[in-house]
Every structure is written in structure tokens, then in C-alpha cells.
């Protein structure tokens, strides 16, 4: 798949591969959001993070760009880069519209640092898993084919077939080392700048788990309200009961509820649905760009039928099309099953009466917002 | 041996093996000899497939022609916590159809967390003319109108739970589409709806229905209907509320109070929305024979939930929310001697500071107080060694241990050590557990642990946990009756999964997500193992586009003897021989 977009600016890193389009770039820039430049089309993001603690990585690694950013979030996968947060004072309210993998950890603070070295970074890892690294293992394994017969594997024999006598020892906290293991592939988190380490620890430190609308100062401590994909591991049915019946209690002293708010999303002409917690925006304009990241891989082509390998050229006016925000619009349903265009009431109030969310083609929209006003009449 | 065994007419044996209900005996039945399995198989009435993809619906037909109930199950377990993206698959359609045709006198269907349209339930209810019972456990994309289809048509239907599923909500009218002539209803479960039956016709349809054991309402039930409704059914065991909510008002008090001594069968209590402790004391009478109570919906505190469990002595289930605090778990251990399981939910779990007071000791009062205590499901906030070990000493019969510490990698939060320890002493002393799930900050060590001593375990979940490949490799290779192994969040790779490849195939299914194991391996596994669907799943865009020694975001592994499946959504990819070129 050729990536037609800029790489993903990243702390530091400047290694990249390939040129931009400036159509790409035009079209990113009249995006509203004030987002950097996404690589929409899912490219390796075997780029490592750049740190200084990052063990040597091999050139392949090197050259790729750092694709953390581009993952769909929202009950979806993707993770956390830890640059991501760095670049979240550049949305409009500071607050992150994704949910990153990534756990926050507001510990005791002796804990933090330390700790900090365990988590793994979302979903991206694998840097230090360099191709020679693979390659030893691939050749050791098909040399000694072995690892086919092992059920119950003996303990003399695994570290052989896997091509090295060491694992990284483990003990405590201190079980996950930055530096580099010796010869051995290490698939533990290694590359979390530092300047990432002080920024989460800020955050962490001084932040709770709480997401929305919380008061926190949350300006580059998106760990505010920062929540791990499918964490606590609480069925959405009774997330979403505990969060109508907190509302209710709350309500007299204004404490804002906590708890996910997951509608589903879905787009003409995907192929699928997407759930989101509305409870992780706080404006339209997170929600709009969230949305836009979440679908784009459909417009372009990208996410559809896996029959042919992807290695489609990226249209640019199709691209064009998604950023320019006129192709399509969004609508919610809400209680009384009318379809409204997004954004003509203030968001405590949309988010209480969403109850799905649909991205309509504009010449499928029209009529719904003078429906609105009427609405509003009744209303008022 | 061979001789008497051929010696016993078919009509005999059929017989015999009528007695046998459980799968694996009928498994074990069918490979005595060939004349054993056809027979068994003519006669097998009950199937239950753990993984929709691990053989096809012509598969089974042909083996097993004269079914009357299917059990499946579809999407991986952490698709309950939406790690799992839209469309993944678990479509029901295919299953109904071909059995529409080849099962005429299918009677249960029980599906979990499948997706299930309305075209399937109207396929439902107009094929199977002897219907009796449809259970939909977590299982979502079907509308009320798919609900309407089966109250219609369904004239022997017995039982119609749909548990925690997602339901297109449209209208509560379905629910009068149940003909006045219909009376055989014993077991009705919509609490997971949200809009508003009608209640005169729910009020007719449990008062014409004689055998009803269970009804579980909803929450738009308002609780002062509530009494009229169990006025209809005195007879029965199970009972769901709705709103357990209202103005505290005498005479509403009173008739509630009096129907709830009217049920003198009841035994199980669920429901409990928005409860008010001002009308609890409508249930005292019957706390006492009751064995099972779902407050976990209750937003009560601890000193009503305490008087509550107090009184309930007879209680083998309790789910209930952290809102019970360690007071109340001592009372439960003081007063609840039968207690066999114990579920207890976080009130606010996105919230940073504890907002009740429950810790490790309420679970550690329970697990001395209630010596029959063998099923464990527990978030709290804070975890010790010392008390996981005490817990392992008290209940060595404990078969399913589920903790949650809200807070991934959290430490002994006194010694500041990993739980390793505690955990270990869990699979050491338990010698029969069958379910864990671990939390807390963990390392190798405790994955070394459970592949020395878990070897009755089936089912492990795990998540930010462990430090190498070698945590992996442990439990691959130590735990002999693993079925189901679910990881996310933790620090293995290629090595543990290549090198225990063939124990992949003896079990149900590998769930990895946000790991390290790269695409190159998944290819290989793919490959080489042609009976397991090696499936990778990655919103960023095929694997291919990426290095091989790049990570997958989610991989899930299965055994299957149906081949790769073609339903999948454009996020999935299988590794296959064929794949691998495709691919790459």
C-alpha cells in the first residue's frame, strides 16, 4: 500500500520515508481540527518511538513511520503512543478524543517511574524484535523442527528451538529493562521517550481515572481522562446501566457521571459498525475528528474486502472528499427516533439524547436540520 | 468383549445411551467401535458447539441427523469488553437455515454472543413447528419486531430469555403479540430492554400461563405494578423487578409486601433497579428460602445491604455491588453459611479514589466464613499476597477465581511486591480450579506457578501482565486441560507460541490482544498447523503492508475442522497456505 500521506510528526523524529502530498497536506490543513498529519492507511508502524532509551533498532525500523497515531480508537483497537499525548495540547481543549491503550497509572509516586517501564506501549510493540532477531529464530526453527512437536515442550529443548539460551530475567519491577536484552528478542516496552515518562507521571500523579467532564486540568496530562480500551473488564450492559443510574443520583450536585456512553456509528456504504463512548468527548469537534479518523479507512477503499492485496494508490479526491467535511454529515437518532444533524443543541444535551449515530451522505441529509428548529420550538 | 457387544440389539443400546446426557460420555460412547458411533449418533438429542467456527452447520447435520437442541457460542469472550470491533462475525443465520431444513423438530436454540438478525428469529419461528426454547445470552442485532416473530408463531414456546443482549428497541407492543390462546410460557427474561411493555398485557399473559417459574422484567416496570403481577403468579421461583424505585407510600407498601409472601416458591431475586432501601423490607419474609440474590444493579449501601444479607441465610448467590463494603462481607461470612458464589462489582470503576470502603479483607472474611465458597468474582482496589494466600489456605475447593484490581499492574499494596506470590499460592492449594483471571502487577513468575500446579485449569485470563515470552511458554506448557487462553496487554511474542504450537490444537481458543506476536509468526502458524484458524486482526490495514516482524494488533487462534471462514469483515485476515501468498 503506498502511503501518499506525511508520517506522523513524532517527538524527535524526523526520519521520514516518504513525501507528502501537498494535496494531502492542503486537505489536512483545512481540516478544523487542528491535528497534525495523519497516515490514515494503517502503514508499518514498526518505526520505533523515538527515545534515546530505545535499544538500536535496525535501519528497516528506522525508515517507518510511526503509524501509533493513526489507529482507530474507541472501542476499537488501537493504542496510546505516548507522542500522542504530547500532541494533545494542540486539540482544541486539551482533552484526548481517544482512548489510548496505554494505562494511565496514577500511583505512589516511587512506584510511577519505574512502573512506567512495564507498560507496554498499546498495542505497537515488537521494535526490539529485530529481523535478525526473527530471522535467528526462523532459521533455528525450521533447522531444528522441533517446535512442531511440542506439546508439553521439555525445558532443554525450548531454548533451543527458539534460538537463544536467555530470557530476560525476571524479578519485581525491575523485570522490564530498557536496555537492551542481550541477544534476545525482547518484546517488552522499551521505547517510552522519557520526556513522555515525566509528562505521564505529571499527569498521572495529579489526575484521576474519571473521564468525563471531569475539571481537571488536564492541558498535557491527557490521563485525566484517559481510560484503557475494555478496562476495568465490566460487560458494556452494565457500564452502561451504572452510568443511567449514577446520572440519576448525581444529578442534584452536578458531579458529572462516570461511566461509557457507547452508541454505535455506522456509515453508508461500510461495512460495518463502530461503537463509541460519547462520554469521551467533551465538544463536537473531538467527536467529529474521531469519527473522521474511525471511517476514513472507508472512504478510501482501504478497509473493504481483503480479496486483492492492498496495494492501492490513495485517491487523492477521495481523501478530499473525507477532510472536506462536505461529502458527508453526521446525524444521530435520538429518543423519540428522529434523525437530527449533529451539532445544533449543546452537548449535554445531545449526548443525553443520542442514541445512534449514522455519517450521511449531504444529499441524504437534507431536511433534517429545519426538523431541528422545529423541534426546539416545541420545545422552548 | 467384541462379541457381547454386538450381541445387544440396536434398540437396546439406543436405549441405554438415552440415560446418557453429558457431551463428553456421548463422545467417549461414539469411539467404542463403528456400530457404537452410528448408533450414537442417530440418537444424540443435544449439541453444543463452544466456537460457531469450529465446524460447519452440514458438518453436524450430516453426523447427527435427529437434533432436537443447539448450544452455540460465537464471539471470543473479550468481545464483552468491546475489544472486539463491529462485524467481527458469530452470525447465526447460516446455522438457522440449514437446520430449518434439516431439523424440523428443533425445540432449544441457546446462543452466546452471536449475532443474531430478525431474519433469523422470523426463520425461527416459522420453521420449527415444536419450538420450545430460545436463550439469546449477550447476543445482539435483532429488534423487537425478530421478538414479535417468536411470540406470534411460537405456540409451544416454554422459554424466551435474552440475557444482557443488545435489542434494537422499537416498541414494547411485541410483547402483545403473544396470542390469547398461548399458555405454555415457563421462563420469561427481558430485563435487557428498555422501552415499556404493556403492562395489561403482560398482567394477562403471566396470569394465563399456569407453569411460569421465571420472570425477569424490566427496568420500565414501575414497582407499583409490581404487586399486581405477582398476585398473578404466586407459583413463582424466579423473579426479576423492574424499578425497584418509588415514593414511599403505605398501601403500595402493604400490597407488595403481601405479594411477595404470597410466593412462597421464590428463591431467586434479581432486578433491583435504582432500589430504595425504604421498601427492602417488602422481601424480609421471604429472604430466608431464598438461594439466590442479584443486587449488582442495586445502588443500596452497607448498612441496608447488610441487613439485608443477614437475613438470608439460606443464600448459595450473591452478586451484588461494592456498595456492600467489607462490613457487610463479614456479615455475609457470619450469616450465610451455604454461600457457593460470590460476585461482587465495581460501583464506580473509572473513578481514581475508592469510593467505598472495600478491600481484600471483605473477600478474605468470606472465604473463612463460608466453607462452600467455590466461585469467586471480585474487583476491589487494592490486593495483598498475604491475603490471596489466606484465601487459598481457607478455600482449597475454590474452582473459579476471577479478581479485578481496577488499576492495571498494581502491587502488594503494602510490601509493594508483585502478586505473584498470592497467585501462586491460589493454583497451589486449589487444586481444582478450573477459572482464573489475575490481576495486579505480575511477572514471569507467577505464569511459572500456574504451569507447575494449574493442571486442572481451563480457562485463564490475563491482561498487563508478565515480562517475557517465558510467562507464555509456562502456561502453554504446563497446563494440561487448558481449553481457553485470553491475553492482552502483556509482553509475549513469538518464541512461547511457536515452540508450543501443537498445543494449540487440544484447545478451544487463544485470544492475544496488544501483544507482540508478529505477523510473521502468525503466517508461520497458519501455515504449518492447517486445523487451527490463525485469524489477525488489524484496523491499521492489511498485515502484508507491514514488515513480518511487525506486531499484530489482535490475534485469535482456534481449532477448527471447518476451514478458514469467509465471513469475515475487511479488519480480519486468516493465515493459511493460501494467505501467505496472498499477503505477501
Same mark, same amino acid.
Given at each position: ?44 508502524? =514498526? ?71 512495564? +507498560? ?168 467529529? =475528528? ?81 426538523? +431541528? ?8 | ?36 458411533? $452410528? ?46 470491533? $463491529? ?52 447476543? $445482539? ?6 421478538? &414479535? ?184 461470612? &457470619? ?56 484465601? &487459598? ?31 501462586? &499460592? ?21 505464569? $511459572? ?136
Amino acid at each position: 500500500m503506498s502511503p501518499a500521506l506525511l508520517g506522523v510528526e513524532e517527538e524527535g523524529q524526523s526520519n521520514v520515508s516518504l513525501a507528502a502530498s501537498s494535496t494531502s497536506i492542503d486537505c489536512i490543513s483545512r481540516n478544523g481540527c487542528g491535528l497534525k498529519e495523519r497516515n490514515y492507511l494503517g502503514l508499518s508502524d =514498526c518505526s520505533s518511538v523515538d527515545s534515546s532509551a530505545v535499544p538500536s533498532l535496525s535501519e528497516e525500523n528506522k525508515n517507518n513511520l510511526n503509524l501509533k497515531a493513526t489507529e482507530l480508537r474507541l472501542g476499537l483497537p488501537g493504542s496510546q503512543s505516548p507522542e500522542r499525548e504530547a500532541d494533545v495540547s494542540l486539540l482544541s481543549t486539551g482533552k484526548l478524543d481517544e482512548k489510548p491503550l496505554f494505562p494511565m497509572l496514577p500511583l505512589k509516586d516511587g512506584i510511577c517511574s519505574s512502573l512506567q517501564k512495564h +507498560v507496554i506501549s498499546g498495542n505497537k510493540r515488537g521494535f526490539s524484535d529485530t529481523m535478525d532477531g526473527f530471522s535467528e529464530v526462523k532459521g533455528s526453527l525450521y533447522s531444528e523442527k522441533n517446535w512442531l512437536f511440542h506439546s508439553a515442550g521439555t525445558e532443554s529443548d525450548s531454548p533451543q528451538s527458539v534460538g537463544q539460551g536467555t530470557f530476560p530475567g525476571s524479578s519485581g519491577m525491575n523485570a522490564m529493562q530498557l536496555s537492551r536484552p542481550s541477544g534476545a528478542q525482547s518484546h517488552m516496552m522499551k521505547e517510552v521517550p522519557q520526556k513522555v515518562l515525566q509528562d505521564r507521571c505529571h499527569g498521572a500523579n495529579g489526575t484521576n481515572l474519571n473521564q468525563a467532564g471531569t475539571s481537571n486540568n488536564s492541558s498535557n496530562a491527557p490521563a485525566a481522562k484517559a481510560q484503557v480500551v475494555g478496562w476495568p473488564p465490566i460487560k458494556s450492559f452494565r457500564k452502561n446501566t451504572l452510568a443511567s443510574s449514577s446520572k440519576n443520583n448525581d444529578e442534584v450536585d452536578g458531579k458529572p457521571s462516570s461511566g461509557a456512553l457507547f452508541v454505535k456509528v455506522s456509515m453508508d456504504g461500510a461495512p460495518y459498525l463502530r461503537k463509541v463512548d460519547l462520554r469521551t468527548y467533551s465538544t463536537y469537534q473531538e467527536l467529529s =475528528c474521531a469519527l473522521e479518523k474511525m471511517f476514513s479507512c472507508f472512504t478510501i477503499g482501504q478497509c473493504g474486502s481483503h480479496g486483492v492485496p492492498g496495494k492501492e494508490k490513495l485517491s487523492e479526491s477521495k481523501l478530499r472528499d473525507l477532510l472536506n467535511g462536505s461529502e458527508y454529515v453526521l446525524t444521530y437518532e435520538d429518543k423519540d427516533r428522529d434523525w437530527m444533524l449533529v451539532g445544533d443543541v449543546p452537548w449535554e444535551m445531545f449526548i443525553d439524547t443520542c442514541k445512534r449515530l449514522k455519517i450521511m451522505k449531504s444529499s441524504d441529509a437534507i431536511g433534517l436540520a429545519p426538523r +431541528v428548529m422545529e423541534k426546539f420550538k416545541i420545545k422552548a | 468383549m467384541l462379541r457381547m457387544a454386538s450381541s445387544f440389539p440396536e434398540e437396546v443400546l439406543e436405549h441405554v445411551f438415552s440415560f446418557i446426557y453429558d457431551d463428553k460420555d456421548r463422545n467417549a460412547i461414539s469411539m467404542v467401535c463403528k456400530s457404537w458411533y $452410528e448408533i450414537e449418533r442417530w440418537c444424540r438429542r443435544r449439541i453444543f458447539v463452544g466456537n460457531c467456527y469450529a465446524v460447519s452447520p452440514p458438518m453436524v447435520i450430516r453426523r447427527f441427523p435427529e437434533v432436537r437442541s443447539v448450544e452455540l457460542k460465537g464471539k471470543p469472550h473479550f468481545a464483552d469488553f468491546n475489544l472486539v470491533p $463491529e462485524g467481527w462475525g458469530g452470525y447465526v443465520y447460516p446455522w438457522i437455515a440449514a437446520m430449518a431444513t434439516a431439523y424440523p423438530w428443533l425445540e432449544e436454540i441457546r446462543l452466546k454472543r452471536m449475532v443474531v438478525t430478525d431474519e433469523a428469529l422470523e426463520l425461527i419461528a416459522k420453521s420449527f413447528k415444536n419450538f420450545k426454547v430460545l436463550v439469546l445470552s449477550s447476543c $445482539e442485532g435483532f429488534s423487537t419486531d425478530g421478538l &414479535a416473530a417468536i411470540a406470534a408463531n411460537c405456540r409451544n414456546l416454554k422459554e424466551l430469555d435474552l440475557r444482557e443482549s443488545e435489542v434494537d428497541d422499537l416498541s414494547g407492543h411485541w410483547l402483545s403479540h403473544f396470542p390469547d390462546s398461548y399458555t405454555s410460557l415457563v421462563s420469561l427474561n427481558i430485563s435487557c430492554l428498555g422501552s415499556e411493555v404493556s403492562f395489561s398485557a403482560l398482567e394477562r399473559l403471566v396470569g394465563r400461563c399456569p407453569n411460569l417459574r421465571t420472570l425477569r422484567l424490566n427496568r420500565a416496570v414501575p414497582l407499583d405494578r409490581l404487586a399486581n403481577i405477582l398476585c398473578r403468579a404466586p407459583q413463582l421461583v424466579e423473579l426479576g423487578t423492574g424499578t425497584y424505585s418509588a415514593e414511599l407510600q403505605p398501601d403500595v407498601f402493604s400490597s407488595l409486601a403481601g405479594a411477595f409472601s404470597g410466593c412462597k416458591e421464590l428463591r431467586s431475586l434479581s432486578g433491583f433497579w435504582d432500589a430504595v432501601p425504604g421498601y427492602l423490607p417488602a422481601i424480609y419474609p421471604i429472604c430466608p428460602s431464598l438461594t439466590s440474590l442479584n443486587l449488582s444493579y442495586a445502588t443500596i449501601r452497607s448498612t441496608d445491604l447488610t441487613k439485608l444479607v443477614s437475613q438470608c441465610q439460606s443464600l448459595q448467590r450473591l452478586w451484588v455491588l461494592d456498595y456492600i463494603e467489607d462490613i457487610g462481607l463479614e456479615a455475609l461470612a &457470619a450469616f450465610c453459611k451455604d454461600l457457593r458464589e460470590l460476585r461482587v462489582f465495581p460501583s464506580e470503576p473509572f473513578a481514581q479514589e475508592p469510593n467505598v470502603s472495600l478491600t481484600e479483607q471483605g473477600l478474605v472474611s468470606v472465604s473463612e466464613g463460608c466453607p462452600k465458597l467455590h466461585s469467586v468474582l471480585y474487583f476491589c482496589r487494592q490486593m495483598t499476597n498475604d491475603a490471596l494466600a489466606t484465601i &487459598a489456605r481457607n478455600r482449597p475447593n475454590m474452582t473459579r477465581f476471577r479478581l479485578c484490581i481496577i488499576e492495571p499492574r498494581a502491587p502488594d499494596y503494602i510490601t509493594l511486591q508483585p502478586l505473584d506470590d498470592g497467585f501462586g &499460592a491460589i493454583v497451589e492449594h486449589c487444586k481444582d480450579l478450573q477459572r482464573l483471571s489475575m490481576a495486579g502487577l505480575l511477572t514471569d513468575r507467577v505464569f $511459572e506457578h500456574i504451569g507447575n500446579h494449574a493442571k486442572k485449569l481451563e480457562m485463564l485470563s490475563v491482561a498487563f501482565a508478565g515480562d517475557s515470552d517465558l510467562g507464555l511458554h509456562h502456561v502453554l506448557s504446563g497446563c494440561e486441560n487448558l481449553r481457553k487462553l485470553e491475553i492482552r496487554d502483556c509482553p509475549f511474542g513469538d518464541k512461547a507460541l511457536l515452540v508450543n504450537a501443537a498445543k494449540l490444537e487440544t484447545m478451544r481458543s487463544l485470544w492475544m490482544s496488544s501483544c507482540s506476536v508478529s505477523f510473521g509468526a502468525c503466517k508461520l502458524l497458519g501455515q504449518k498447523i492447517p486445523r487451527l484458524n490463525v485469524e489477525v486482526m488489524d484496523e491499521r490495514g492489511p498485515p502484508g503492508s507491514r514488515p513480518e516482524s511487525c506486531p499484530v494488533e489482535k490475534l485469535y487462534i482456534y481449532r477448527t475442522v471447518a476451514g478458514p471462514r469467509f465471513d469475515m469483515p475487511g479488519f480480519v485476515w486468516t493465515m493459511d497456505e493460501d494467505s501467505a501468498l496472498r499477503l505477501s
